[in-house]
Protein backbone atom coordinates (compact mmCIF):
# COMPACT_ATOMS: atom_id res chain seq x y z
CA UNK A 1 0.00 0.00 0.00
CA UNK A 2 1.51 3.41 -1.13
CA UNK A 3 2.03 5.68 1.93
CA UNK A 4 -0.97 8.63 2.20
CA UNK A 5 1.35 11.61 1.39
CA UNK A 6 3.60 9.98 -1.78
CA UNK A 7 5.15 13.22 -3.23
CA UNK A 8 4.40 15.65 -0.80
CA UNK A 9 6.38 15.96 2.35
CA UNK A 10 5.66 14.72 5.86
CA UNK A 11 5.59 18.02 7.34
CA UNK A 12 3.05 19.80 4.74
CA UNK A 13 0.73 16.58 5.41
CA UNK A 14 0.91 16.74 8.95
CA UNK A 15 0.51 20.79 8.71
CA UNK A 16 -3.01 20.61 6.49
CA UNK A 17 -4.00 17.19 8.51
CA UNK A 18 -3.76 19.41 11.83
CA UNK A 19 -6.26 21.71 10.93
CA UNK A 20 -8.61 22.85 13.68
CA UNK A 21 -12.23 23.03 12.88
CA UNK A 22 -11.34 19.65 10.75
CA UNK A 23 -10.51 17.75 13.85
CA UNK A 24 -14.04 19.45 15.41
CA UNK A 25 -16.07 18.23 13.00
CA UNK A 26 -14.00 14.57 12.56
CA UNK A 27 -12.82 15.67 9.36
CA UNK A 28 -10.00 13.43 8.65
CA UNK A 29 -7.37 14.18 6.18
CA UNK A 30 -6.79 10.27 4.27
CA UNK A 31 -4.73 11.01 1.26
CA UNK A 32 -2.58 14.18 0.09
CA UNK A 33 -0.62 13.71 -3.31
CA UNK A 34 0.13 16.57 -6.08
CA UNK A 35 -3.03 17.90 -7.16
CA UNK A 36 -5.02 14.90 -5.79
CA UNK A 37 -6.61 14.70 -1.95
CA UNK A 38 -8.81 12.78 -0.05
CA UNK A 39 -10.46 13.35 3.26
CA UNK A 40 -13.77 11.87 5.31
CA UNK A 41 -16.30 12.10 8.07
CA UNK A 42 -18.54 10.05 9.80
CA UNK A 43 -22.38 12.38 10.18
CA UNK A 44 -22.80 12.48 13.79
CA UNK A 45 -25.68 13.64 15.89
CA UNK A 46 -23.65 17.26 16.20
CA UNK A 47 -23.48 17.69 12.08
CA UNK A 48 -27.20 16.82 11.17
CA UNK A 49 -30.00 20.04 10.34
CA UNK A 50 -33.15 20.07 11.87
CA UNK A 51 -34.52 17.78 9.43
CA UNK A 52 -32.19 15.33 10.32
CA UNK A 53 -29.97 14.95 7.16
CA UNK A 54 -26.41 16.10 7.10
CA UNK A 55 -26.19 19.86 8.05
CA UNK A 56 -24.81 21.31 4.51
CA UNK A 57 -22.06 23.44 6.35
CA UNK A 58 -20.68 20.07 7.72
CA UNK A 59 -20.63 19.20 4.22
CA UNK A 60 -19.49 21.63 2.38
CA UNK A 61 -16.81 21.89 5.20
CA UNK A 62 -15.39 18.14 4.30
CA UNK A 63 -15.78 19.84 0.55
CA UNK A 64 -13.09 22.49 2.39
CA UNK A 65 -10.63 20.72 3.55
CA UNK A 66 -10.17 18.46 0.12
CA UNK A 67 -9.89 21.87 -1.46
CA UNK A 68 -7.38 23.31 1.00
CA UNK A 69 -5.26 20.26 1.11
CA UNK A 70 -5.22 19.95 -2.82
CA UNK A 71 -4.52 23.25 -3.85
CA UNK A 72 -1.86 23.56 -1.40
CA UNK A 73 -0.10 20.41 -2.17
CA UNK A 74 2.48 21.36 -4.70
CA UNK A 75 4.15 23.33 -1.26
CA UNK A 76 3.16 26.40 -2.13
CA UNK A 77 0.20 28.81 -0.15
CA UNK A 78 -2.92 28.59 -1.93
CA UNK A 79 -5.66 31.00 -1.09
CA UNK A 80 -9.35 30.23 -1.80
CA UNK A 81 -10.94 32.28 -4.43
CA UNK A 82 -14.32 31.01 -5.00
CA UNK A 83 -16.27 26.98 -4.02
CA UNK A 84 -19.16 26.49 -6.10
CA UNK A 85 -20.90 23.57 -4.54
CA UNK A 86 -23.93 21.75 -5.37
CA UNK A 87 -25.61 19.53 -2.92
CA UNK A 88 -26.92 16.61 -5.24
CA UNK A 89 -28.48 14.12 -2.50
CA UNK A 90 -28.91 13.96 1.43
CA UNK A 91 -25.92 12.91 3.91
CA UNK A 92 -27.66 10.37 6.22
CA UNK A 93 -26.93 9.99 9.89
CA UNK A 94 -24.27 7.76 10.00
CA UNK A 95 -22.98 7.98 6.96
CA UNK A 96 -19.57 8.27 6.41
CA UNK A 97 -18.60 10.62 3.20
CA UNK A 98 -15.36 10.58 1.45
CA UNK A 99 -14.42 13.42 -1.13
CA UNK A 100 -11.94 13.66 -3.01
CA UNK A 101 -10.46 16.49 -4.97
CA UNK A 102 -8.30 16.45 -8.41
CA UNK A 103 -7.04 19.68 -9.96
CA UNK A 104 -8.08 20.29 -13.31
CA UNK A 105 -6.32 23.11 -14.22
CA UNK A 106 -3.05 24.79 -13.28
CA UNK A 107 -0.89 27.94 -13.87
CA UNK A 108 1.39 29.84 -12.49
CA UNK A 109 -1.48 31.87 -10.36
CA UNK A 110 -4.48 30.60 -10.72
CA UNK A 111 -5.43 26.94 -10.15
CA UNK A 112 -9.13 24.46 -10.46
CA UNK A 113 -10.06 21.82 -8.69
CA UNK A 114 -13.32 19.24 -8.91
CA UNK A 115 -14.22 17.79 -5.79
CA UNK A 116 -16.47 15.19 -5.09
CA UNK A 117 -18.05 14.08 -1.58
CA UNK A 118 -19.51 10.37 -1.80
CA UNK A 119 -21.33 8.31 1.04
CA UNK A 120 -20.45 4.16 1.63
CA UNK A 121 -22.74 3.16 -1.03
CA UNK A 122 -21.06 5.48 -3.82
CA UNK A 123 -23.82 8.09 -3.65
CA UNK A 124 -23.04 11.28 -4.83
CA UNK A 125 -23.65 13.27 -2.03
CA UNK A 126 -22.17 17.14 -3.49
CA UNK A 127 -19.78 18.56 -5.89
CA UNK A 128 -17.87 21.18 -5.89
CA UNK A 129 -15.59 23.06 -8.63
CA UNK A 130 -13.01 25.48 -6.56
CA UNK A 131 -10.38 28.56 -7.50
CA UNK A 132 -7.71 29.49 -5.74
CA UNK A 133 -4.85 31.83 -5.97
CA UNK A 134 -1.44 30.26 -6.13
CA UNK A 135 1.56 32.18 -3.99
CA UNK A 136 4.97 32.09 -4.32
CA UNK A 137 5.35 31.58 -0.73
CA UNK A 138 6.27 28.12 0.03
CA UNK A 139 5.01 26.29 2.94
CA UNK A 140 8.48 25.90 4.65
CA UNK A 141 8.38 29.57 5.23
CA UNK A 142 4.70 29.61 6.98
CA UNK A 143 5.28 29.75 10.76
CA UNK A 144 3.88 26.72 12.51
Known amino acids: MADPQDDVPAE????????PLAAHLGITLDELRPGYARASMTVGPALLNAV??????????LLDVVHAAVSN?????????????EFLAAGRAGDRL????????????????????RAQDDRL??????????TDRPWSDVPA
Open 12 to 19: LFARLAAD
Open 52 to 61: GTAHGGATMA
Open 73 to 85: SHGTVAIAQDVHT
Open 98 to 117: EAEGVEVHRSSRTAVYRIEA
Open 125 to 134: VATALARVFR
